[in-house]
């Protein structure tokens, strides 16, 4: 079941990695990402799970801005 979300409002508190994959569109490699320095992801049990505010600060922090 693919999730659509249309806003940064409809994402639940913490996101599965799955759920990072689709708001991303990067159907392979999110696993890869959420083990990567700097990417707010927490391990509750064997769950790897992203904070949506820390989600979102990391999309600000890097995306690139053009001048």
């Known amino acids: 079941k693919q999730v ?10 913490m996101l599965s990695v799955p759920e990072v994959a689709a708001v991303l ?16 992801s ?3 049990g ?3 799970v ?3 505010e820390k989600f979102i ?3 600000d922090e890097n995306t690139v801005k053009k001048q």
């Open 50 to 52: 992203v904070p949506k």
């Open 46 to 48: 064997s769950r790897i």
């Open 25 to 40: 569109g990067i159907p392979a490699g999110a696993y890869e990402l959420v083990r990567t320095d700097g990417f707010p």
């Open 4 to 13: 659509k979300y249309k806003s940064y409002e409809e994402l639940p508190l």
């Open 42 to 44: 927490l391990k509750v």
């Open 57 to 59: 600060e990391w999309i």
